[in-house]
Structures are given as structure tokens and as C-alpha cells.
């Protein structure tokens, strides 16, 4: 397969693109059958136990920091061969990731913003698959406004004490650590005087607790901190730093695995298209025109992606992943919306008590959040506006 958009696959991708597919038979088709296609959108709460064991089966395979570097503990592997895995995952019905944060997120920025201490320390654990990280941004008052976040924490000795609460917090309620953007100096207001802490979950000082979604699952959570501690030592960058190494991280998180997201949101569509073949409604002409447009929609993204990823060099977006965020939440949402007026009047109802979605209405349903979480449109649209292309506040 050659791809469009400076992205090409030689003979030698295709050799590794075969190994990944046999490791995936082998072992997600094999011992993890079970869990294939578990913990998708709205299904977040599936086979946990099941799925951690899976994360360190990835590590146990080398599959989990492809990119990173060799002496970090990764493979070195070029952004084609990223993009390959991901795919193939994704083709396989691989189950949701719980590692992602801690893959695509905070090891990217420890590898970028943190010291040879604290990779050596944590780094490991993220590729062995054995520890969870969940993301301590968004607050009541701070959820796209990153800027406004509340929470504090004071240097006692040799430890930050952390006062505060987070909210959305997806999967802190089985994370073993989370990074924190905490006020440190409270002299300073918006993204000045913020720090960026990796804090332990397991501690008398922290409480999560979950939130019921209208999907009826608790992939979020609310996260009070109330005198939890963390070592001085696990500050990443320098005190008041906080707001360049969060931003790090948001790029990251728009990085190379969108082009696995968009395998799964192929799969999605495929789906939606064999219902209307079910239902009927490929004959109605406006239909049949939304369905044509999401497919038009899907590659425009793809080749988007494409594009942007090879261009940024290591696999992290810069201000262009906003462009790729604006696209899939509103791609993803309108095909919620396509999926249950293809399914009918029968998407009106539940199938069965108390709360039992079709696989419709639990995409509808759950891409309601998809223009507000990970930043909202709004906050996208200004990103755009004010540093990309330089227009007044």
C-alpha cells in the first residue's frame, strides 16, 4: 500500500506490518479472544480486569512506545510503521486501550520535558503495560480553560501537599498515578505560576468518584485531593513551568494514534452502512447522501492526518492537531446522529430494562461529548484563530 500525503509504505513496512498482524492473531485472536472489541466509546467499563492484563501482554511483545527511543526502551520506529500498528490494531478489533495516557501522553512528555531520573524511573512501568496513569486537568470552573485550573499545591519539606478537586478525569478510578496541573505560586493568575506534578493515586489524601454517564457507564471521574502528597522530585520542568510541559502534552495527545482512531471510526461507519442495507433506508435519497458525505469526511481526515503527522517530524502535531480535532468530534458526532435515523423509530427506545443501548444509541449517545472533551470546539477554534493564524484577541 503506498499512501498519499508524504507517507510511504516500502517493502520492508509491509514485512513489519505482517509481523504485527500474526503477533495480533497469535495472541489477541488467541488467549485474548474474549476481549476483542471490548471497551469501545460507551463501553469503557468492559473487561478491565481483562484489558490490563492485555496491557502488559503489549508490553510483554515490545508493542507498547514503538516510537520511542531504542535506549529508552522503545523500538525506534519510524512514524509509517506508528501508523501501521495502529491500523492493524485497530483492523484486529483490539480492545480500548488503558494505557493510552500512559503511552501517548505522559511518556511522550517524560521523554521530552523530563530529567534522566525521573524517565528511568517511570518510563519502564509504561512499557512494561504494569502502570496506569489518568490526566489531572479539567476542574469545575477549568475544563477548556486550562488557564483558570484551582487546585494547589504547597512545598512542605520535601513534598508538594496538594488541595484541590479535578473533574473528567477518565480512568482514575483504576489509575496508579496521574499528572497534575496545579497552582504553585498563587500570586500568579492564569498560565503563569502552574506546575506540572506526577502524583500517586494510591494515598489517604486522594478520593475518586465516579461519574454515571448518560451512556449509563463511569469511564469519568471526579478526583479530590485534600492534603495528598507528592516528592519535590516528581515535578516535571521547573516550578511555574506547568504550562509549556501541559501543552507538550496536548500535542502528543493528538498525535499518531488519530490514524488508529480513524480505523475504528471506519469500522463504525461500516456498520451504520449495513443497517441502512437492513433497515431500508439506503433508498431514502437524503440518507444515502450523509452516508456518502461521512465516507468523503473519513478519507479528508485521513489524508489530513497524513499530511500534518509527516510534516511535524516526530509524530506530534503542533497547532495544526486542532485542525484534526475539529474534524473527528464533529465527524464522529454528526455519525451518531446518522446512526440512529438509519436505525429508525426504533432507536427511540431502549431494548430492554433497565437501561439496555443498541450499539446506536450508545455511539449517539456518547458523541454528545465528543465537541467538549479534550478541548472544546470553541477552544479549538480560538488555538486556530489567535496562533495560527495570528488574528486579534
Not at 66 to 84: E, F, M, N, Y
Not at 238 to 259: K, P, S
Not at 377 to 390: C, H, S
Request: glycine share 14%; hydrophobic share 40%.
Amino acid at each position: 500500500m503506498t499512501v498519499t500525503g508524504d507517507l510511504t509504505v516500502s517493502p520492508e513496512d509491509e514485512l513489519f506490518r505482517a509481523e504485527v498482524r500474526a503477533w495480533l492473531v497469535e495472541h489477541l485472536h488467541g488467549d485474548f479472544a474474549d476481549i476483542v472489541g471490548t471497551g469501545g466509546p460507551g463501553r469503557e467499563h468492559e473487561a478491565l480486569e481483562r484489558r490490563r492484563e492485555w496491557e502488559r501482554r503489549l508490553g510483554d511483545g515490545n508493542w507498547i512506545g514503538l516510537g520511542w527511543p531504542v535506549d529508552k526502551g522503545g523500538r525506534g520506529a519510524s512514524l509509517t510503521r506508528q501508523v501501521i500498528f495502529h491500523e492493524e490494531y485497530a483492523r484486529a478489533g483490539g480492545p480500548g486501550r488503558l494505557g493510552h495516557m500512559s503511552e501517548q501522553l505522559v511518556g511522550p512528555t517524560l521523554l521530552a520535558f523530563g530529567t534522566p531520573e525521573q524517565q528511568d524511573r517511570f518510563l519502564p512501568g509504561i512499557l512494561s503495560g504494569e502502570v496506569l496513569w489518568c490526566q489531572g486537568y479539567s476542574e469545575p470552573g477549568a475544563g477548556s480553560d486550562l488557564a483558570g485550573v484551582r487546585t494547589k499545591a504547597a512545598v512542605r519539606g520535601e513534598e508538594y501537599v496538594l488541595d484541590g478537586q479535578k473533574v473528567w478525569t477518565s480512568l482514575a478510578h483504576i489509575a496508579d498515578w496521574c499528572f497534575v496541573i496545579a497552582r504553585t505560586d498563587p500570586a500568579q493568575d492564569r498560565h503563569r505560576g502552574l506546575s506540572y506534578l506526577l502524583v500517586p493515586m494510591a494515598q489517604p489524601g486522594i478520593r475518586v468518584r465516579p461519574i454515571v454517564q448518560i451512556t449509563g457507564t463511569s469511564e469519568f471521574n471526579e478526583v479530590f485531593f485534600d492534603g495528598a502528597l507528592t516528592g519535590v522530585e516528581n515535578r516535571v520542568g521547573d516550578e511555574g513551568e506547568g504550562w509549556r510541559v501541559a501543552m507538550g502534552t496536548l500535542a502528543f495527545e493528538r498525535g499518531v494514534a488519530t490514524l488508529g482512531q480513524q480505523i475504528g471510526f471506519e469500522r463504525e461507519l461500516t456498520a451504520v452502512v449495513e443497517t441502512a442495507r437492513a433497515t431500508g433506508a439506503l433508498d431514502d435519497p437524503a440518507l444515502c447522501a450523509r452516508l456518502v458525505d461521512a465516507w468523503i469526511g473519513l478519507k479528508v481526515m485521513r489524508y489530513t492526518a497524513i499530511r500534518t503527522l509527516a510534516s511535524s517530524g516526530d509524530g506530534a502535531p503542533g497547532f495544526e492537531g486542532s485542525i484534526s480535532k475539529l474534524q473527528w468530534a464533529n465527524w464522529h458526532r454528526d455519525l451518531g446522529e446518522l446512526a440512529v435515523d438509519v436505525a429508525g423509530t426504533g432507536a427511540l427506545v431502549t431494548e430492554g430494562a433497565p437501561y439496555e443501548l443498541t450499539d446506536a444509541q450508545r455511539l449517539f449517545l456518547y458523541t454528545r461529548a465528543d465537541t467538549i472533551y479534550g478541548g472544546t470546539n470553541e477552544v479549538q477554534r480560538n488555538i486556530i484563530a489567535e496562533r495560527m493564524l495570528g488574528l486579534p484577541r
